[in-house]
Nanobody, 119 residues
């Protein structure tokens, strides 16, 4: 059974920091690249950062140098973190974690966690 639970969001002033956490339960997550996605107000969900099974990371240009994604594999659960620093108003949105399958988006999503950055 697939279950994704995100947490750690909140309201923060510009320049501040947040740490997002995600637990992804399901047998296939441990062998899959993982990612954090963001959906801003009135916008589509976009890819923000990825981490593959070896720990190699990639970031959207706008967050490079400010965000750090990491993962920790347990038996049937993958824990994915997103450290967010020097936050900007444009970072505002609901953040979701999930598997990263390139252009193919997963069908099942968690509830996400809201990040609001006040300028």
């Amino acid at each position: 059974q697939v279950r994704l639970v995100e947490s750690g969001g909140g309201l923060v002033q510009a320049g501040g920091s947040l740490k997002l956490s995600c637990s992804a339960s399901g047998v296939f997550f441990k062998d899959s690249p993982m990612a954090w996605y963001r959906q801003g107000p009135g916008e589509s969900r976009i890819l923000v950062a990825t981490v593959d099974t070896r720990g190699t990371t990639n970031y959207q240009d706008s967050v490079k140098g400010r965000y750090t994604i990491s993962r920790d594999n347990a038996e049937n659960t993958v824990y994915v973190q997103l450290d967010m620093n020097n936050l900007k108003a444009e970072d505002t949105g609901v953040y979701y974690c999930n598997a990263y399958w390139g252009d193919v988006r997963p069908d099942v999503w968690g509830q996400g966690t809201q990040v609001t950055v006040s300028s």
